[in-house]
């Protein structure tokens, strides 16, 4: 079992940048291609990025060249950076496997983008 702890979320104005973690407890991790997903209040959770073990990426339309999803596999972590966030960009930001397993769902990282 894989335990991922998010970090990194906070309150940022419209136009500004965060950049989330994601740090695994296994070095499973760094066999599996991995996901920032995101949920907004009300909505259905979405796949945001995605990264395969060989770093291929792959992004949401939406977060197209604003967001980039990275990875280390020495240190079983991941990384979101996002650029030019937006306020719909605010959301509870959760790593996860891709597709995700359910066991390993973590408590996720708030994102709030406001003036």
């Known amino acids: 079992q894989v335990q991922l702890v998010e970090t990194g979320g906070g309150l940022v104005q419209p136009g500004g940048s965060l950049r989330l973690s994601c740090a695994a407890s296994g070095s499973i991790f760094r066999f599996y291609a991995v996901a920032w997903y995101r949920q907004a209040p009300g909505k259905q959770r979405e796949l945001v990025a995605t990264?395969?073990?060989?770093?291929?990426?792959n992004y949401a339309d939406s977060v197209k060249g604003r967001f980039t999803i990275s990875r280390d596999n020495a240190k079983n972590t991941m990384f979101l950076q996002m650029n030019s966030l937006k306020p719909e960009d605010t959301a509870v930001y959760y790593c996860?496997?891709?597709?995700?397993?359910?066991?390993?769902w973590g408590q996720g990282t708030q994102v709030t983008v406001s003036s």
């Open positions: 996860n496997a891709a597709p995700p397993r359910q066991g390993w």
């Open positions: 990264i395969t073990s060989g770093s291929s990426t």
